[in-house]
């Protein structure tokens, strides 16, 4: 995939709004490193809303990546001035919250756990909802949701389906079958996939 955007002389925007839910901190980052390596110039956005549940802070990154100096100071003196124009001055604490806990060996020690924990519970989530499924209706593959990684999900479901389980069991996703899967727990877990299998039998 890189080698088709080096040929073409693209430049990629990289979005890593999840970073440590997938395998871990430094192999979720993969595909930035892998093209950086390959110095492609390239725009990375990331965000620390899911992963520092710092949602309502607004708080993230943008990298851009330049092949040279001179290209670099220009394209920053470039963001200075939309910067100035849009927002002209972020709010700070939730970046300071951000500063303290990535620069303390301790704090970030425990902040990794921490992530690896929410990956964890929802990976386990995912194999829950999967063998219900599969228990339920045996004939079909249920394998992408362990398969799919992370706080969403699709689903498979029409929007009709979604719409049944909405009003028939009191279940929200939205149209296109993208489920928060992180909204499952083990209380909630064996209702949704009983509701689940229900409107995906009929
Ligand atoms: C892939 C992806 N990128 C970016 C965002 C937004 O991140 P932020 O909350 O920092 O705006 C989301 C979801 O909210 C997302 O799913």
Redesign the pocket.
Known sequence: MLNVVQARELIPFM?I??QGFGENMDSDAYAIRKAVDMGLPLFV?N????NLSL?GE???GLSVVCPTVDETERVFGQLNATVRRIYSSPPSHGGRVVDIVMNDEALHKQWVGEVYAMRDRIKAMRLQLRSVLEAKIPNRNFDYITRQNGM?SFTGLTPEQVERLQSEFGIYMVSNSRMCVAGLNTSNIDYVANAMADVLKD
């Open positions: 979005d709004a999840y956005s965000s620390f809303s899911k949602y607004r708080v993230g969403f």
